[in-house]
Nanobody, 120 residues
Framework: VQLQASGGGLVQPRGSLRLSCAAS????????MGWYRQAPGKQRELVAD???????NYAESVKGRFTISRDSAKNTLYLQMNSLKPEDTAVYYC???????????????WGQGTQVTVPA
């Protein structure tokens, strides 16, 4: 089971990007999913997360600009980022609580990260 993040890149201030994170492998089920980011010299921080039931939580710094969503049929998580700022520059990671087939337990899986750069 793995998560593959994509969609990062270089974007000018006030621009937009859409990140995707696809889960693959033999999956029985997925609970919560989320996006985190880590800027150089800083700790990894939560950007937004979403439960299986659709309850959403955002970091204060991205409220009103970012939108998290998931497509359960495709096992895919999205992050629509609008009005991007230089302080949004970071490596963005997705994670999910995934129960593999033939397992009774959920595991926390991390994606490999995708770079988002917003120049000053």
């Amino acid at each position: 089971v793995q998560l593959q993040a994509s969609g990062g890149g270089l974007v000018q201030p006030r621009g937009s990007l859409r990140l995707s994170c696809a889960a693959s492998g033999s999956i029985f089920g997925i609970n919560g999913m989320g996006w985190y980011r880590q800027a150089p010299g800083k700790q990894r921080e939560l950007v937004a997360d979403i439960t299986r039931g659709g309850r959403i939580n955002y970091a204060e710094s991205v409220k009103g600009r970012f939108t998290i969503s998931r497509d359960s049929a495709k096992n895919t998580l999205y992050l629509q980022m609008n009005s991007l700022k230089p302080e949004d520059t970071a490596v963005y990671y997705c994670n999910a609580a995934i129960r593999p087939d033939r397992s009774l337990y959920f595991e926390t899986i991390w994606g490999q990260g995708t770079q988002v750069t917003v120049p000053a």
